[in-house]
């Protein structure tokens, strides 16, 4: 089964939710090759909770996921931490929207939640624990507390920072990391933009339907990352159509979507 673990649902946090949009990523994402995603919207999104109600309308969940018209949809969201990183939460979906409402005095900068209190409230609500993006400048977890980073499942082997950074060379940081901590490394395109889809790939040995059967088959190493070799156009390509659309509606880009534009 092909699995991408890190993907969004929305063109940024400040757009509404759009079931036209998010039908035409989930088409392509089809279209790339993709059996399964994970939904991993950031929690701070604006009407983060719109979003699930939306789904709930518009497609079957089996209590592991949502049937988007054959593409399996894992539950989950990106939360920021207060020691400054990313960390992607997925599980059923009930897990999912407690831990969020738990969020709510923890959505702004300056008062986002501890790391080790967000893994605490993770393992009580049994969500799988991936470090999204270790080394990006502007959001690193390497740098944190060792004990705590263990504590994750795995971390995020990113589309956006191959391209900023070269696939050896981003190799070449986050594998002896991973390693010394004892974590796995998975792949997520971190798409926010349909191009993206395929950029980089979890190609597992079987088909899984459940979280835990997923985070069993990457503790267990019965998968391979695949990295396009049409990555640098497929994030080139979103970065500068993401651009677009945000223009055409107003917003201004990102930090990060600045430093990407800037390199596209």
Same mark, same amino acid.
């Given at each position: ?5 890190? @993907? ?35 929690? &701070? ?61 923890? @959505? ?30 502007? @959001? ?19 589309? #956006? ?7 050896? $060379?981003?190799?070449?940081?986050? @594998? ?25 790939? &979890? ?18 190493? &019965? ?9 640098? $156009?497929?994030?080139?390509? %979103?970065?500068?159509? #993401? ?10 880009? %990102? ?10």
């Amino acid at each position: 089964m092909n699995i991408d673990l890190h @993907t969004h649902g929305k063109l940024s946090k400040k757009s509404t939710f759009s079931p036209e949009y998010f039908a035409e990523m989930m088409f392509e994402a089809k279209a790339n090759g993709l059996q399964a995603v994970a939904l991993t919207e950031h929690f &701070n999104t604006s009407n983060f909770f719109v979003m699930y109600d939306a789904l709930d309308q518009t497609y079957p969940y089996n209590g592991h996921y949502y049937d988007v018209n054959g593409l399996k949809l894992f539950p989950g969201m990106e939360v920021d931490i207060a020691e400054t990183g990313h960390i992607l939460l997925i599980g059923l979906k009930e897990n999912v929207l407690a831990v969020r409402a738990l969020l709510d005095e923890h @959505t702004q900068e300056g008062n986002f939640i501890p790391f080790k209190q967000l893994l605490d409230m993770a393992d009580e609500h049994n969500l799988w624990k991936i470090g999204a993006h270790p080394f990006r400048t502007s @959001t690193p977890l390497h740098q944190l507390d060792p004990a705590l980073l263990q504590r994750l499942d795995a971390f995020d082997f990113n589309a #956006k920072d191959i391209y900023m950074q070269g696939v050896e $060379t981003y190799k070449n940081l986050i @594998t002896p990391f991973a390693e010394k901590l004892g974590v796995p490394v998975i792949a997520g395109s971190d798409s926010h933009q349909c191009l993206q889809y395929g950029s980089v790939v &979890n190609r597992l040995q079987d088909s899984c339907s459940t979280v835990e059967e997923l985070k069993e088959a990457i503790k267990q190493g &019965n998968y391979e990352i695949e990295v396009s070799p049409c990555l640098h $156009t497929k994030v080139k390509a %979103s970065v500068m159509m #993401k651009k677009l659309l945000k223009q055409l509606i107003g917003e201004a880009p %990102s930090r990060d979507e600045a430093e990407l534009g800037y390199m596209a």
